[in-house]
């Protein structure tokens, strides 16, 4: 049986506004056919100050899928739309004290939810961009669709450069069989039919920059590491997490790890990566530090 | 209140008489049966009594045909990779589409390594469609693998005759029995099945023991080498204190099979027709008429098993469901999606199996329990309204499917 908290339990042995709302002006039906899950959530919005008076749902799925609705209908009770729409999956899982990760597709359902019912009360259409695969890496709840849309997006071939993009792989390691599967199956499409596939040392970039030849002044130098730091941050940032730059000594490029980043026990894993980066980008072995490593200064 | 278990196909309680057969196997009797000292041959003379016990409920010819293994999987594998590894000149394997994972998952494997799997189907109560099988037995086929009953439905496979056929075309056969030993009676030494796997833990012997039947002459080689236990074809020190657990366990099953087969099956019916009274829009999976006799699966319509669970668990009943949330995959039970049940339907199936210890009262418990949880979700269901099932539930909520 999952391990559910305690308030994952209470709001499914009692759930909070559950049933049909009569004067309803918002609602948005989501659900995951194949994974059981669906949901109705019905808003009460008042149209001057567009603040949700009140949020109804109907679920048809598992415990936490029921939970989730819940803690949504109690969490946007009161806000207004705008502030609503700011609601995240990861919030609704923190009010719950968290959610096992092969169920955090259940607060993302909610999310989906909410967006719905906002759409359909402004007249909008909502579509639905999100596709869900078979769960490859628990550790930290990545699917096969998510991993595999990566893997193209960014041509990677190895499982660490999947685990630095991802993290899927990141943890307790038993999913990269899993990874190595995807990265063959995405590269035997690359390589199309009658074509032979690149060995796996050869990274298929064709258009990846060439390491430049001639030496780099420390201006250009500084200027290609803030280049690679920006690159990765948007990926960081949607962890909650956050890079920059806090010094370059010789060949230790230190930097400071922010937000969730920081004391993540993914630290070693996105140092890894940003340096492999570094390494591609100035065509010289560099090594990239926690500023905690930084020699303290007389 | 004591819980009342209705997991049993899941996994079983040891017997307190198989605990107590087994104890000194911890103790006095820890010798290494290949020793030649008086420690050894005491294990040694227990692990040949428990061979003949096993021998017996299988209706086995010779003792020499059971092979003690870890648990129910190893003995599959071991079937499977050794009939294709002896027969190397064949690369084809027969199984069905609702095996258990220990099958399904190795054959999955196998197709990768570039072997060719048929799996056959089976039709809206779970069956197979022996013209098809009988279409599939060609040269080219190393091995048939088909479960003699289904874990999740307990529907009935005729694999004697299947195995009849099979060897009338010179074709290995195997079965995985882990569901059906000890349930209903099995004589093997009447039929033509080359290979059968069996597991402790399903029949009240504990886990980590498991045994795979092969027939005198059928051609086989080990999937694990080393020393000479088993005669070579299972290497590894014995379980001793396990297979003297298991032989009783088989002793006692024989004993226990007239029960399995009147009471149990009495009050697996009664709970069965019990909750079908009561609820509207549920039905029994499966081939009903053909079953094992412990084994009910009802699938609820308009609701999710996990949540079922949830509150049965709530109230000391344990059960388990085919949805796909139980699992952690997305999928529900391959073995209903198999059958064509509806995703509506297949979510909220949830299976009952009984052993010999379940009591009139425990069954009395889940009849009354059953019907308040059912309503209760139904509530909380977009497909649902306060009087029954929305008119036209997909076209009433027809939501946006990732």
Redesign the interface.
């Known amino acids: 049986?999952w391990e559910y908290s305690d308030k994952v339990r209470e709001h499914?042995?009692n759930?909070r506004n559950?049933?049909p709302l009569e004067e309803a002006n918002g609602i948005g039906?989501?659900?995951?056919?194949?994974?059981?899950?669906?949901?109705?959530l019905m808003l009460k919005v008042e149209p001057e100050t567009e603040v949700i008076l009140d949020a109804h749902?109907?679920?048809?799925?598992?415990?936490?899928?029921?939970a989730s609705s819940s803690a949504l209908t109690e969490m946007i009770k009161g806000m207004t739309l705008d502030d609503a729409l700011k609601v995240s999956n990861q919030d609704i899982a923190d009010f719950l004290d968290g959610l096992p990760p092969?169920?955090m597709h259940c607060s993302v359902?909610g999310r989906?939810a909410l967006q719905?019912a906002i759409a359909n009360y402004r007249g909008e259409e909502?579509?639905?961009d999100?596709?869900?695969?078979?769960?490859i890496c628990?550790c930290f709840a990545i699917d096969a669709v998510m991993i595999e849309d990566v893997v193209n997006a960014n041509n990677l071939n190895t499982v660490e450069e999947v685990t630095f993009y991802t993290k899927a792989g990141g943890g307790c390691a038993a999913c990269h069989e899993g990874i190595e599967e995807i990265l063959a199956k995405v590269k035997a499409s690359r390589a199309g039919p009658g074509e032979v596939s690149p060995p796996p040392a050869c990274p298929a970039t064709p258009e990846a920059p060439k390491p430049p030849s001639k030496k780099l002044s420390i201006v250009e130098k500084i200027a290609k590491i803030q280049e690679v730091l920006e690159s990765v941050r948007p990926m960081l940032q949607r962890d909650h997490g956050d890079v920059e730059l806090a010094d370059v000594q010789g060949k230790k490029i230190y930097v400071h790890l922010k937000g969730a980043c920081s004391g993540c026990m993914m630290e070693a894993a996105t140092l890894g990566g940003i340096q492999q980066k570094m390494i591609e980008a100035l065509g010289e072995l560099v090594q990239v530090l926690p500023s905690s490593h930084m020699p303290v200064e007389a | 209140m004591e819980p009342t278990y209705l997991d049993n196909n899941a996994t079983t309680r040891c017997d307190p008489a198989v605990v107590e057969a087994m104890l000194p196997f911890f103790t006095e009797h820890f010798g290494n049966a290949s020793s030649i000292h008086a420690f050894g041959s005491e294990v040694g003379k227990a692990l040949k009594k428990a061979r003949a016990q096993v021998q017996a409920l299988l209706g086995a010819e010779h003792d020499s045909e059971i092979i003690f293994t870890s648990c129910g999987t190893e003995s599959d594998s071991t079937a499977i990779l050794s009939a294709l590894k002896a027969q190397p000149e064949r690369n084809t394997v027969i199984t069905t589409n609702v095996e258990h994972p220990a099958i399904l998952t190795l054959c999955e494997w196998l197709e990768k390594e570039g072997y060719i799997v048929h799996k056959l189907k089976v039709d809206k109560k779970g069956r197979l469609d022996m013209d098809e099988y009988k279409s599939l037995l060609q040269d080219n086929v190393a091995i048939v693998s088909v479960m003699w009953a289904n874990n999740e439905t307990g529907t009935i496979f005729p694999v004697e005759e299947m195995a009849a056929l099979a060897s009338a075309k010179g074709i290995m056969f195997h079965t995985d029995a882990v569901q059906a030993v000890g349930k209903i009676p099995i004589d093997l030494k009447n039929t033509k099945i080359d290979m059968l796997s069996l597991s402790g833990h399903k029949l009240h012997a504990p886990k980590g023991i498991g045994v795979l039947y092969l027939r005198r002459g059928c051609r086989f080689r080990p999937l694990l080498r080393g020393g000479h236990q088993e005669r070579g074809r299972r290497a590894g020190t014995e379980n001793s204190a396990s297979i003297v657990g298991l032989g009783m366990a088989c002793e006692l099953a024989m004993n226990k099979m007239e029960i399995e087969n009147t009471e149990v099956k009495r009050l697996r019916d009664k709970l069965e027709q019990g909750i079908l009274s009561q609820i509207t829009h549920c039905f029994p999976t499966g081939d009903v008429s053909n079953r094992l006799p412990n084994t009910s699966n009802i699938a609820f319509e308009y609701i999710e098993g996990e949540a079922i669970l949830l509150l049965l668990n709530k109230m000391g009943i344990a059960a388990s469901s085919g949805s796909a949330c139980t699992s952690g995959s997305l999928e529900p039970s391959h073995v209903m999606r198999a059958m064509g049940i509806p995703y509506t339907a297949a979510h909220g199936t949830i299976r009952f199996s009984l052993s010999v210890y379940n009591t009139e009262a425990e069954i009395d418990r889940v009849i009354e329990a059953v019907p308040p949880i059912v309503a209760q979700l139904r509530k909380l269901s977009p497909y649902w309204t306060d009087k029954g099932p929305a008119a036209n539930p997909e076209a009433a909520f027809a939501p946006t499917y990732a």
């Open positions: 049986m499914f042995f759930p559950s049933g039906d989501v659900g995951s056919i194949q994974c059981g899950d669906a949901l109705r749902f109907q679920t048809f799925g598992c415990g936490s899928a029921i092969e169920k359902m989906e719905a909502w579509s639905d999100h596709e869900e695969g078979a769960l628990k």
